[in-house]
């Protein structure tokens, strides 16, 4: 018998349960699992932090509450709950933490490491919504669609003479080359939405065979040649040490004066003083952003006042299907280890890897 608990909304539980019977079958009735719904008041609760909090970040939930409810439990299923180093510290059975994220940056990985405690994530869980996402940026950015709309609400669309003409000058999609940065689940999605706007796609990733790209009708190449050749530049790699403002000033400088940057995946890749810069002296066309270094977007910052850049609130992963997959995918994980089969490295966080704040 494996000791479970997880720590979810009451309205998610259904969803748990259904996928726990479905994924361990015979074995459902044999594991003790728990459910708890994350306590979100009290003077000790995290909501929602983008700063770093005790070691976490992005987490919803009380840490007392977790270190009181941990017992003797063996796995430990999370989605936002604020898994910290003091929470694992008291899991004295504890070997595995599962979240349902992608990146997990609501557990202290570094501590469980310590421990021998294996965190799990779920790789492609956002992949299609994010993918959606970016191509929706490219469009509304490089089309002018936000744009737009705001102008015929104010007025100006129809009172300024200038504008269609300013706005007339709009790029086609089909024959453009789109530089794909990261080329993981979210961007080889990004590439099958791309191919069917006929466009040419280039991709950058240095853990990505070249043969790999072939199959998939994409190109490999070097960072520096994607920022060189690219009319489109959207960022899919993953938040890491490595990756901290990847895109930076020498690289944008590379661009074209006609090409754009599009980023849904986490602020810290691009160096988003540089971006600014850029944007502002004409240096590129124009910017698509979902996420930023600081979060949430603040009303000062300086990217909001320019006229060539399209935001979103960090809200490209939004679907309807997002919490049922990632759900499905972490009892697929959870289940493996309960069987004893081997967990394999695109289920576990690599704690080298993983980000330090």
């Not at 270190?67 to 299923?77: A, I, Q, R, S």
């Not at 999605?189 to 998939?216: C, H, Q, S, T, W």
């Not at 602020?267 to 004409?282: H, N, Q, R, T, V």
Request: aromatic fraction near 6%; charged fraction near 25%.
């Amino acid at each position: 018998m494996v000791k479970i608990l997880v720590v979810t909304d009451p309205t998610s539980q259904p969803l748990w349960e259904e996928d726990f019977k479905k994924c361990l079958g015979n074995l459902y009735a044999s594991q003790q699992i728990r459910y708890i719904n994350p306590r979100l008041d009290g003077p000790t609760a995290i909501r929602t932090q983008t700063q770093v909090v005790q070691g976490v970040r992005e987490a919803r939930g009380d840490p007392e509450q977790l270190k009181n409810e941990m017992g003797d439990t063996e796995v430990l299923v999370v989605e936002f709950a604020p898994v910290t180093e003091a929470v694992i510290n008291s899991g004295k059975g504890l070997k595995l933490v599962a979240s349902t994220r992608g990146g997990p940056v609501n557990v202290d990985v570094k501590a469980a490491a310590k421990k021998n405690i294996l965190v799990t994530h779920t790789q492609g869980r956002l992949a299609q919504p994010v993918s959606d996402h970016a191509m929706g940026l490219i469009l509304a950015e490089a089309r002018n669609i936000a744009r737009s709309y705001a102008a015929i609400r104010d007025g100006t669309f129809f009172s300024d003479p200038n504008i269609r003409a300013k706005w007339h000058r709009i790029p086609e999609m089909e024959g453009k080359t789109l530089g794909i940065v990261g080329f993981g689940n979210v961007g080889r999605e990004v590439a099958k939405r791309a191919a069917g706007f006929g466009m040419n796609i280039i991709a950058y990733d240095p853990y990505v065979k070249e043969e790999d790209g072939k199959k998939l009708g994409v190109k490999m190449v070097s960072l520096e040649d994607l920022m060189k050749e690219s009319d489109f530049v959207t960022v899919h790699a993953r938040e890491a040490p490595e990756t901290f403002h990847l895109i930076n000033k020498d690289r944008i400088n590379l661009m074209k004066p006609t090409a754009y940057v599009i980023n849904t995946s986490r602020g810290s890749i691009i160096d988003e003083k540089a971006l600014y810069e850029a944007a502002k002296d004409g240096k590129i066309t124009g910017v698509a952003l979902d996420v930023y270094e600081d979060e949430p977007l603040k009303a000062s910052n300086p990217l909001i006042k320019l006229e060539n850049v399209t935001l979103t609130p960090h809200t490209a992963g939004g679907s309807d299907r997002a919490r049922e997959r990632s759900i499905l995918l972490t009892t697929i994980i959870v289940s493996k280890y309960v069987r004893g089969e081997k967990l394999t490295p695109m289920d576990i966080i690599d704690p080298e890897k993983a980000l330090t704040d």
